[in-house]
């Protein structure tokens, strides 16, 4: 068998890189608790994400989590399942009650067709999923929002560095959530960030990601601890320095993709979006079984042969998860589950050689019936 190649591939600096970055820890034995990495990431990813408030946390499901808690909220939260689980855990984690709204087919994110008719009086918010760096209809999302006053908290998890209609993307909504882990498009090893509009949300999520210490005598929240390290804040410096350029490797990936499978019978590739600058998260496919000749799971298992291995990105839905069978009202979400039945998340990552590109697609094409 030739080389695995799995769905995605940390970015990494060559190792003197950190290594220098890191040096400095061992002259001032400060590892954490906000030290000067930490600030000095956080002005860094202010400038590169185009946004006017930021903070840095230890993940990007501590950044939802701890983002929902500083909102204070009760009741319902309208979002979507075809998300990972770090979405809805974040709001059934804050005693919050899931409502699951459907997804577009086009883009994969929320439907808002459907989004008004799932409001209650105990709706408080509504959490918006990004998938795939697949920008949500954020004027309908607002326009509702506004409508019947609920905070908006989108899950950004996979749109580090993209703008929409010259914006970056986290300047919209009451905050927006990344995430900075191993397998994002940037990595602090670990790591997430809240962007966020109202500055004093963001004195709230500074003290909750420290215990809610609000000052030397006085701890006036329960909080966590979800404080960016400074190894992983150095992780990020490095990586910020390269990821333009890792971007545009995996945008010609993402063109080699497209010129051997676009127009497929039986495939439906990822929409392009005209106002969105992308960061090529992810090359999700979705396999028409009847169209294509061959289903997913033989897809999905003739890669794994040759010993790739694409993903279920996102399979199953996070409404049908055993951990929260009976304690809530599931709608029918028909189009997400759908989509989540036939999608196949292929390999991308910045070093994907095109060579890899080219055999990956020759399998699939293979399974065409
Ligand atoms: N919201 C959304 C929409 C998300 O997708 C996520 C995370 C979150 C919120 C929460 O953000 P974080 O709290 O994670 O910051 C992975 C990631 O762990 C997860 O971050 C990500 N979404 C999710 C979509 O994918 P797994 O369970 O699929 O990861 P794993 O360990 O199977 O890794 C996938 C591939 O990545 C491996 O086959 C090889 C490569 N890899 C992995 C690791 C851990 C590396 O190259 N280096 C590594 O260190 O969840």
New binding site residues.
């Given amino acids: 068998m030739d080389n695995p190649i799995?769905?995605?591939?940390?970015s990494m600096p060559e190792l003197d890189e950190y290594m220098n970055e890191i040096a400095d820890l061992w002259e001032s034995h400060w590892l954490t608790n906000m030290g000067p990495k930490h600030k000095l990431l956080q002005d860094e990813l202010k400038k590169f994400m185009e946004v006017e408030n930021i903070d840095l946390l230890t993940?990007?499901?501590?950044a939802?989590e701890l983002t929902l808690q500083a909102l204070n909220l009760q009741g319902e939260v309208i979002t979507t399942p075809f998300?990972?689980a770090?979405?809805t855990h974040a709001i059934v984690r804050n005693g919050l009650q899931p409502v699951f709204c459907d997804i577009d087919p086009v883009t994969f994110t929320m439907d808002t067709e459907r989004l008004e008719q799932l409001i209650t009086d105990r709706t408080c918010a509504i959490l918006p999923?990004h998938?795939y760096g697949n920008v949500c209809n954020i004027e309908e999302i607002e326009r509702i929002a506004h409508k019947y006053e609920l905070k908006v908290v989108y899950?950004a998890?996979?749109t580090f560095g993209e703008t929409y209609k010259g914006k970056g993307i986290g300047s919209f909504g009451d905050a927006s959530?990344f995430?900075?882990?191993?397998?994002?498009v940037f990595n602090s090893i670990?790591?997430?960030a809240v962007c966020f509009k109202d500055k004093r949300l963001g004195e709230t999520l500074y003290e909750l990601k420290n215990f809610g210490i609000h000052g030397p005598e006085e701890v006036s929240a329960v909080g966590a601890n979800a404080k960016m390290n400074e190894f992983c804040a150095s992780m990020g410096l490095c990586n910020l320095r390269h990821v333009e350029e890792e971007i545009e490797k995996r945008k010609k990936i993402v063109e080699r993709y497209r010129d051997w499978l676009e127009g497929v019978e039986g495939l439906q590739l990822n929409v392009v979006q005209k106002d969105v600058k992308s960061n090529y998260s992810y090359f999700p496919i979705i396999i028409e079984e009847k169209q294509f000749g061959s289903s997913r799971a033989e897809v999905f298992d003739k890669l794994a042969e040759h010993g790739i291995?694409a993903?279920k990105?996102f399979y199953p839905l996070t409404s049908t998860f055993s951990a929260f069978h009976g304690q809530f009202n599931v709608l029918e979400t028909p189009v997400a589950l759908h989509i989540s039945k036939r999608v196949l998340t292929l390999p991308l990552y910045a070093d994907l050689s095109m060579k890899d590109v080219d055999r990956i697609c020759e399998i699939i094409m293979a399974c065409k019936g």
């Fill in positions: 799995l769905v995605t591939r940390s993940n990007g499901h501590m939802l998300t990972f770090s979405t999923v998938v899950d998890a996979h959530c995430s900075f882990h191993a397998t994002k670990e790591g997430g291995g993903r990105y």
